[in-house]
């Protein structure tokens, strides 16, 4: 009993230290995208078109051609504390798109919940670009208070030519901070990436992130698929460097997605996501 004991206290002191590190990883500016694809990326896709291009670059929203809803759920290290989840919807409206969002992560003494607007547009054929408001709320349980911050976010995509896209992205430009018992600073981000078409089976991406207050970090990732209902996917990210591994599965108008990212020090972070495209 004694020893049951011991291995319960390691426990929980090995939990709470990894969800230190990983509040204090999205604190400092590590704001992860979200949904499977990007995840087995590398979560680098600034020049994609997804419907979780919400979290990552808006401007991917414009390239949707049909209403498309969605939803991840995300085990950051296999610890219930540390999962994430989130919705989220996007249809096209004339020559743009209007998209709404939200998800969680933490569980219920930390948790962080992120709700978004977004309206992007289309340009002709070779441009896109987006505006995304966020709502940030950070909340504390046992009564120990909550806080909240509003931001905003602009992204771009360009066509430079059949083969090659570049995109940008910029969060919190306007530098808030979640006030009350909390006083953080909003990380602010700027992002810059360029998407390779070898052919039409296969696509490479490489993103690069800039925190203004930390080191710039690089995020590499491939898409191979080798018939209509098979995508493979892998990438790797620098920072703390972490390998990534993913398929997809398109089922008509079912897309489910499955990926891994694995940390050497914290162990695998799984994810899935799916997304359905109405006609």
């Known amino acids: 009993m004694e020893r049951n004991a011991t291995f319960g206290a390691m426990r929980s002191i090995l939990t709470a230290l990894s969800f230190l590190g990983l ?21 680098a896709g600034l020049t994609l078109t997804d419907l979780w ?23 950051h290290y296999l610890t219930n504390e540390l999962s994430q989840q989130g919705l989220a919807f996007a249809t096209p409206l004339g020559n743009g798109t209007v998209g709404i969002s939200g998800d969680r992560f933490g569980y219920s003494l930390y948790n962080e919940t992120t709700v978004s607007a977004t309206y992007a547009m289309r340009f002709g054929d070779g441009l896109r670009a987006a505006v995304q408001f966020d709502y940030l709320g950070v909340r504390l349980g046992e009564n120990y208070g909550n806080s909240n911050a509003f931001t905003a976010e ?3 995509q360009a066509k430079l030519s059949d083969a090659i896209w570049i995109g940008a992205h910029v969060y919190n430009p306007t530098q808030a901070q979640i006030g009350g018992p909390y006083d953080e600073q909003v990380p602010t981000l700027l992002r810059a990436g360029l998407g390779y078409t070898f052919s ?69 972070s799984p994810i899935i996501s799916l997304n359905y495209r109405f006609k």
């Not at 993103?207 to 209509?228: S, V």
């Open 23 to 43: 509040t204090a990883v999205f604190a400092s500016g590590e704001r992860l995208p979200a949904g499977a694809r990007f995840a087995g990326m590398g979560y």
């Open 53 to 75: 291009s919400v979290r990552l670059n808006p401007a991917g929203l414009a390239g949707l051609e049909v209403p498309t809803a969605g939803l991840f759920y995300q085990s």
């Open 200 to 268: 039409p089976k296969l696509v490479m991406t490489l993103d690069a992130e800039k925190d203004i207050d930390r080191e710039e970090r690089f995020r590499f990732g491939a898409e191979y698929h080798p018939n209509q209902a098979l995508y493979l996917r892998t990438g790797i990210r620098t920072g703390d460097v972490q390998g990534h591994f993913g398929a997809g599965f398109h089922l008509k108008q079912l897309e489910i997605d499955l990926a891994v990212a694995v940390r050497s020090q914290l162990g695998a």
């Open 154 to 156: 602009v992204g771009v």
